[in-house]
């Protein structure tokens, strides 16, 4: 399985912010869509990843305050991309090794979507369901062993 698979079930919805937007407008997004992250988009390229973790970090540097600074302050300012093509297995890898929640999918310079650690585990238990379905019904099909010599 591909990130394109995940994405073609996912949807192409995206939430870009600008990295001289507000943390505190930024948070309110994030919070106002239930989402765990904004992609950080600065004249059409990839400048940042903005997750609950940078913003959780903010508050804490501020002493308990959002504060008023910009996104461009709190990001991610080289975060961690995938493509289309990436394999399943190794996006997994990528998010365990880099303690990564959520990956950009690039396409050259073309954000094509976001997979998060969610996306990822719902492909997996999606695709070991379909499995467990398949097998199940392989056994459940399963030819007698009527006139088979050797066979009870």
Known sequence: MKV?????????????VKPDERLAQAAAVM?????GSLVVMDLG??????TFREVIQTVVRNGGQIGTGSVRAAMDDAPLTCTMGTELDEVRRMMLEHHARYLPVMDRKMLMGVVSFYDVAKAVVDAQNFENKMLKAYIRDWPDNDGIPGTP
């Open 31 to 35: 919070a106002e869509k239930d989402i």
């Open 45 to 50: 390229d990839l400048v940042g990843m903005l």
């Open 4 to 16: 394109s698979d995940i994405l073609r079930v996912k949807g192409n919805t995206l939430y870009t």
